[in-house]
C-alpha cells in the first residue's frame, strides 16, 4: 500500500493530533489543580497539623489510584485504540477490564473505608485520629478515581479527547465551589466531603460519556455493580464487628481484615452473573472455583 502523500489530508491529521493532544493538556493541568486544591485550603485555613493528617490519609487512599492510572493508560489505552474497528470486541475487552479491576479495587477501598479508625491509631498513634476520618471519606475519592481512569481510557481510545477537557473542567469548578461551601459549614472534614463530593460529580460524568463512546450500552455498571453492592455489605459487617470486639486496635484489626476478606470472596462467588462468570471461567484458578459451583 503506497503511503498517504495528499498535503491536505496529512495537514488534517495533524490538525486533529493537534487539538487531541492540546485537550489532554488543559485537562491534565484541570485535573492538578483540582486535585491539589483541598490540600491547599486545608494547609491555608485549617492549620499545619490537620494538614499532616490529611496527608497520611491522602496517601494511603488517592495515591493508589494515580499507580493504577499508570499501569492503565500505558497498557489499556492504546490496546483499546486498536479495537476501534471491531465495535463488538473493543466493548467487550472494555467491559472485561472493568469487571477485573472493579473486582478487586473495589473491596480494597471500601474495606479501607471500613477499618481507617483502628488503622491508622494502631499504625501512627491516637494523635493521628483525625487521619482516620480523612481516610474513610478520600477511600470514597480513591475508589471513584481508580475506575475513573479505565473510563477514561476508553472515552480516549474513542477519540473524545474534548469530552474528558470538559468532564475535567466541571470537576475543577465543582471542587471549587463545594470546597468553599465545605470549608464554611463544616471545617476540615466539611472539605474532605466536599472533595469526595466533586469526584462523584466527575465519576458520573465519565461513566455516561464511557458509556456513550461504547454505543450506549450499560457494560460498565453491568461490569462493577455487584461488586459494589458485595464489598458495601462486607465494609458494613466489617465495621458493626468493630464496635462489638473488646480487644485493642491491632487485635480488632486483624479480625476486620480476615473477616472482611473471606465474606467478600464467599459473598462475591456467590453473586457471579452469567456473564461474570463466562469471564471468570476464562482464568487460571478462579475459573476452577466457579467451574466447582
Given at each position: 500500500m503506497?503511503?498517504?502523500?495528499?498535503?491536505?489530508?496529512?495537514?488534517?491529521?495533524?490538525?486533529?493530533?493537534?487539538?487531541?493532544?492540546?485537550?489532554?493538556?488543559?485537562?491534565?493541568?484541570?485535573?492538578?489543580?483540582?486535585?491539589?486544591l483541598v490540600a491547599?485550603?486545608?494547609?491555608?485555613?485549617?492549620?499545619?497539623?490537620?494538614?499532616?493528617?490529611?496527608?497520611?490519609?491522602?496517601?494511603?487512599?488517592?495515591?493508589?489510584?494515580?499507580?493504577?492510572?499508570?499501569?492503565?493508560?500505558?497498557?489499556?489505552?492504546?490496546?483499546?485504540?486498536?479495537?476501534?474497528?471491531?465495535?463488538?470486541?473493543?466493548?467487550?475487552?472494555?467491559?472485561?477490564?472493568?469487571?477485573?479491576?472493579?473486582?478487586?479495587?473495589?473491596?480494597?477501598?471500601?474495606?479501607?473505608?471500613?477499618?481507617?479508625?483502628?488503622?491508622?491509631?494502631?499504625?501512627y498513634g491516637a494523635e493521628w485520629a483525625q487521619a482516620g476520618t480523612f481516610l474513610t471519606l478520600l477511600a470514597g475519592v480513591g475508589l471513584v478515581k481508580g475506575l475513573e481512569h479505565l473510563l477514561r481510557c476508553v472515552i480516549l481510545a474513542a477519540g473524545r479527547s474534548a469530552a474528558i477537557l470538559r468532564i475535567t473542567a466541571i470537576e475543577a469548578?465543582?471542587?471549587?465551589?463545594?470546597?468553599?461551601?465545605?470549608?464554611?459549614?463544616?471545617?476540615?472534614?466539611?472539605?474532605?466531603?466536599?472533595?469526595?463530593?466533586?469526584?462523584?460529580?466527575?465519576?458520573?460524568?465519565?461513566?455516561?460519556?464511557?458509556?456513550?463512546?461504547?454505543?450506549?450500552?450499560?457494560?460498565?455498571?453491568r461490569a462493577i455493580g455487584r461488586s459494589l453492592a458485595v464489598a458495601a455489605a462486607m465494609g458494613a459487617v466489617v465495621v458493626s464487628v468493630a464496635a462489638l470486639l473488646p480487644w485493642r486496635h491491632g487485635p480488632t484489626l486483624l479480625m476486620q481484615v480476615l473477616l472482611g476478606v473471606a465474606l467478600y470472596i464467599v459473598l462475591r462467588v456467590r453473586a457471579l452473573s452469567d456473564e461474570e462468570r463466562a469471564v471468570v471461567r476464562g482464568w487460571p484458578l478462579a475459573g476452577l472455583v466457579v467451574a466447582r459451583r
Open positions: 503506497q503511503p498517504v502523500r495528499d498535503p491536505e489530508f496529512i495537514a488534517l491529521r495533524v490538525r486533529g493530533i493537534e487539538r487531541f493532544g492540546l485537550h489532554l493538556q488543559g485537562s491534565n493541568v484541570l485535573y492538578y489543580a483540582s486535585q491539589n491547599i485550603v486545608v494547609g491555608k485555613l485549617i492549620g499545619a497539623e490537620t494538614l499532616g493528617c490529611f496527608s497520611i490519609a491522602f496517601g494511603l487512599a488517592v495515591v493508589p489510584a494515580q499507580q493504577v492510572q499508570g499501569v492503565l493508560t500505558t497498557v489499556l489505552a492504546p490496546a483499546f485504540a486498536l479495537l476501534q474497528s471491531d465495535p463488538a470486541a473493543f466493548r467487550r475487552k472494555a467491559y472485561v477490564s472493568m469487571f477485573a479491576l472493579g473486582l478487586l479495587y473495589i473491596p480494597l477501598m471500601l474495606g479501607l473505608a471500613a477499618v481507617a479508625r483502628p488503622f491508622v491509631h494502631f499504625a469548578v465543582a471542587a471549587a465551589l463545594f470546597v468553599a461551601v465545605g470549608a464554611l459549614l463544616g471545617g476540615a472534614n466539611g472539605l474532605v466531603a466536599a472533595y469526595l463530593a466533586s469526584a462523584c460529580v466527575s465519576g458520573a460524568l465519565t461513566l455516561r460519556e464511557a458509556h456513550r463512546a461504547v454505543g450506549g450500552d450499560p457494560i460498565f455498571l
